[in-house]
Structures are given as structure tokens and as C-alpha cells.
């Protein structure tokens, strides 16, 4: 059993985190999208814009629209962006617009930033191959905190790192670079940066200690992790480790077009607002690129762990570790051993109390439990179904239940001896009668014990999947092998059969 049965986190000890997703990220990013979304909007209609700017998580302003074309600006903002209010069109400059985005709009991303939250997480946590891990919303209205537990696992930093890694992959072009700082950057462009490009910090492996470098970039990525079709770890030219990607359809054409008609410039592989490399386009790249990890690569484990995070697709937003709790396998040991005690002491009271009021009948029901137990612990395994400790509140209970279905079985063939029938006619009879009763019973606990599953997380659903196992097998050893052990008990002892009960 301690080889099949998977345990969880309760008894075999692990990793008890709790997260806060900044959901001002998402509104920040949504914010971001709609900026470059309407200044495209405006240059398509030959409207002039002198500059448009975010003032706020969820406000930007559009600085000196052409005031010749105020009626297609309101027009294009009401017809393309209905989620924004346009809220002022006063300012320092004339025909400034102040857009502020819609309170259920952006409680809608929050809520939304939060699920995709954890279901990124869960496909990371997944593809680390931890055993029924939990993975669930935390605390009260807006919170936006998630609960994850991961038992039996090892390296609770590396996870961490995984989990928390925003893992947004963009590929744009570089303008100009690289330069020592900021202020080098802006000085290429008389001192402000234009609205189209930023300053972006490179981490390219090889570069001197104690230095840095900047280069200025598009602002709007030519590609980006949602145009990810898959990643995997590799080599690179010179045999180091690094990462490859593949496309989707869609970004494939992109990326081709992009890199045919810009040879010779620098493509800027960023991840998570950094550099990690800038290599010079030599020839139109279509559906595959690689993430280098500059002079001597990537660590094994560092390539394997971001292919892991590509994979599974960008974080909408940044996680704060509210709590960190590691369970010691020692604790976990604790709670297997209570449990078992209890378990055992629950079957040895029951075993004791058949034997006692059902003279040698007490033998079949105490036989039909152990079977019961032994099918049970036995679907545990072969399904590789997770142990925790209210799974093992769910045995006890099994072992209730099966008690009640014997005792409902032996009451009526107690009945039917008083009532003048023979040994065999009072078990068959007996045995036939209950048998509508003892379904009606176990199917309401199963129909509980299914909504248990559906809508219960984690702990709940280990002990649902127990119960529901429990009764299915006590059914089959309440009605079928406690009847087959009474019909073969009389048999052997022919017509002269009596009944012990």
C-alpha cells in the first residue's frame, strides 16, 4: 500500500503556497493594448494626435487631437472601444482627451486575470508531474489570492520560480543600440524617446560585470507568447543549450513578413521586459526561432524549466507570495499513523460489536468489512487515486456504512426465523427484501458524494473519490459475498442447518 497508494500533502508532507495576482498588471496591459489599438485607429482615419499616453492604471489621455476631425475620434471611440468612457476633453494642450476605462470592465479583467492565473499555473505544475496538486481561488472578494498545494515536492524554490516566472515572450525590432544607460538611449532621439519605440534593459550573457545595456525597440512586438505554438529545449550553433520555438499559422506569416523586409537589422528577443538576445536578421525566418542564452547558454535546467513556461503560456500578471508553508514528511508521517490507529480502532469496535450481537453471523459481516477494505485500498491503487487525510475519514466511514448494510441485512433475516422459515427461506428472503433498501440508501450517498467531487477542490474531492469507491464496494460485498458466505455456510451443514444470529 505504500508503494501504490499515492498520499497527499496532508500526509506525505510538501509545499503550501499562498499567491496574490497584482491584477493592476492586466488593467495596466489592457490599458497598453488600447493605446496603440486607437492611435492605429486615428492614423488610419488621417486624424493627427501629437501624443497619447497612459496617466493612470486604467486612464490615458490623447494629447492635441485635430480638432477638424473631433467627431470621428468620438465616433471611433464609441464604435471600436465601447469599454472606455471618454470623461474630459480639457487639459494643458486644446482638445486633450481623457479616456478612462469602465468599472465592470475592468472588474471583469481582474476576474478574469485570477482564472487564467491558475490555469496557467496548472498546466506549469502539471508539466513538473506533481501528483493531484491544489490549485484553487483564496480568500474573499477582491482578494484575488490562490491557494496551491503540491505534495511531495522537493524543491519548493524551483517551483516558486516557475510558477512566479511572468513568462511574456515578444520579438521586436531593435531601432537603435546598445547604449551604457537610459538617459544614452534618449539622447539619440534629442532627449525624448518617441512614442513608438522604448528603452528596453538587455541581460545577454557575456557582457562585462558591473555593466549594463540598453537598446530602443518598437513598442509594439512583431510577435508575441500568444503566437507560441510550442518550445522545447535545444542547442544553439556552438552546441550550448538553449530554446527553440514554433509558430502558429497566423504568427508564422507575421514573422515571416517581418523578418524578409528588415535583413540585416537586429531582432530583440524579449522575455519578461528583458532582453535575453539580439540577433541580426540574415534571411526571412517563417515558423521557427531560438532564445539563446549568449556566451556559454543556458544551464540544462534553466532551458528545460523556460521551454516549461513557454509552454504553458504567459501569466496575465504578476504574482506576490503572500505565504510560504512547507509540511515536513514527519508531520505527514504523524497523520498516516492516526489515521491508521483510528481506522483500526474503528474496525476492531465493529468487528467486536458483530461478533457480540450476531453471535457467528458476526464472522460473515466481519469478513464482508475486510473485503470490502481490500477492494477499496486496491481501486485506490490502480487508479492511482490520492490518499489524504479526509480520504482516510472516508474509510471510517465506509466501515460505518458497511456495518449499517449488514445489520439491515441480519435484522430482516432475524425476522423472517421468527416468522416460522427455515434457515435457507429466511436468508433469501431476507437478502431479497433489503436489497431495494440498501441500493436506495448507497445511490443518495453517491449522488452526495458525486456533487462532493464536482464542486469540491483538493482534500474534499480525495475524500469524495473514497467514499464513492467505499460504497460501490460495499454494495457488492454486503449483498453479494455476505450472501454467498451464508448460502455456502448452510450448505455444508445440509438440512439440519441452523443459523447463528
Known sequence: MREKIRLGLDLRGGTHLVLQVVTEDAIRSETDRTIESFRAALQAENTVVRQITRTADDTFSAVGVDPTKDADSRRILTDRFPDWDLISTAGDVPNTYTIRLRGNTAQSIRDQAVTQAINTIRNRIDALGVTEPTIMEHGGPGEYEILVQLPGVDDPARV?????????LELKLVDSGPYPNTAAAAQRYGGIVPSNLEVVRSVERGQPAGTESYYVVQRIASVSGRDLKGA??????????????????DGSQRFGRVTEQNINKQLAIILDGRIQSAPTIQSKIQDTGQITGGAGGFAPQEAQDLALILRSGALPASLKYLEERVVGPSLGADSVRSGVTASIAALIGVVLFVLFYYKGSGVNAAVSMALNLMILFGLLAYFGATLTLPGIAGVILTIGVGIDSNVLIFERIREELKAGKTPVAAVTAG???????????HLAALISAMFLF??????????????????????FTAVFVSRTLFEWTLSRRGHAATLSI
Not at 516558486?160 to 511574456?168: D, E, V
Request: overall charge neutral.
Open 160 to 168: 516558486r520560480n516557475i510558477i512566479q516566472s511572468t513568462a511574456l
Open 232 to 249: 522545447y529545449p535545444s542547442r544553439d550553433e556552438n552546441g550550448a543549450h538553449a530554446v527553440s520555438f514554433n509558430l502558429t499559422a
Open 454 to 475: 464536482l464542486f469540491g477542490t483538493g482534500t474534499v474531492q480525495g475524500f469524495a473519490v473514497t467514499l464513492v469507491i467505499g460504497l460501490v464496494a460495499n454494495v
Open 431 to 441: 437478502f431479497q427484501r433489503v436489497f431495494t433498501t440498501i441500493v436506495d440508501t
